[in-house]
């Protein structure tokens, strides 16, 4: 039976809380499985608004069982706080289940975090400071602390030792800060042993026995495609795997068990901190756009950039990610511009190139070959079919379909969960 992995294709920040809510109630699992609590989801359910940071939006979704996979760096107090927060709200969070082999986040992660962007100065990624890149670069340098660790404290105490031993010397003679206690910190992590053992199971094994049993599995992941660590603008990345490659070594799953991989488009492109960006608009257009599609971050509270659909950028994503569905979303949001342009291919150095620059310099340096399409004044918010969009709505869709490498298969007309046209079923 079918895994399905559902990816932002952009620079994240694409909807694809919305898309996961509309599949939520038709699926068995839905699996958070790389990023942590530096990504952010918004799920409108009629006039409530919900922002998951950590969990998976499935939790939404009564009857289906939300999953941290061990691709996931969980900060536990965030964890907590966001299962109190849904749980005051009448949302059941019982169901949960979480990976014994997801790293934490530490609180010297995020103190590391955030006095190492510090130091970098304008040179700085543009990190949310809570602690991601450091805890994977524990994980990737054998110093992490996993969630089984909670559960040994002879073994939590050693590992959180090892892993001080460096880092305090950095805080110190480096960063000028006091050196961190090493019981004072095993001592705080053993504080989440009971209330997490609950939840804490072998994720893998659980999911590939509910896909033998003809379950359907839902993989979702955080941040987007540009931000993968490997196949991002580097170093303007995130520190996980967002891409589909990401949805198996993040879950467990193998590979050959995925039979669809969705990406999620706005109808437009935005992205959060630092890194190229050949779209971006710095005028009026710019501004209406961040506007009118509320674009601040879920997480971070920070104001997106904003710029017009990027066709390569959507095409590379189609060919890393293997997409066979596009998600389109934010479609509303253009509804009134005279004219709308799509970036078609770059020019660099006075020469057209259709595709993605292969070196970082030639990205920061490409500029946008545009076409223009007609706009439309109406309101689509109420639109159920294509039919039911203006003619030059209809256009700009089937043209990005044309450009973008993969079908689109639904189509997000407006902030509520309903509010979407669906041309091919996803699940």
Known sequence: ??????????????GKGKATDLLGGRVDYVVR?????????TVVIGDRSYALHLLPSGILSPGVIPVIGNGVVVDPQVLLDEMAGLTERGIDCSRLLISANAHLITSYHVTLDKVSER?????????????????????????????????????LRQKVEGALEGKNQILVKVFNRRAIDVDEITEELLGYADVLRPYVVDTALVLNRALDQGKTVLLEGGQGTLLDVDHGTYPFVTSSNPTAGGACTGSGIGPTRLTRVIGILKAYTTRVGSGPFPTELFDDDGERLQRVGGEVGVTTGRSRRCGWFDAPIARYAARVNGLTDIFLTKLDVLSGFEQIPVCVAYAVEGERVPEIPMSQTDFHHAKPVYEYLPG???????AKSLTELPTAAREYVEFLQEVSGAPISAIGVGPDRDATIVIRDLA
């Open 1 to 14: 039976m079918p895994a399905i992995a559902l990816l932002g294709a952009q620079w994240g920040d694409e």
């Open 376 to 382: 439309w004044s109406e309101d689509i918010s109420q």
């Open 119 to 155: 130091f970098l100065g304008k040179a700085k990624i543009g990190t949310t400071g809570r602690g991601i890149g450091p805890s994977y670069a524990d994980k990737v340098g054998r110093l992490g602390i996993r969630v089984q660790d909670l559960f040994d404290p002879s073994i």
């Open 33 to 41: 499985y790389q990023g942590g609590n530096n990504a952010g989801h």
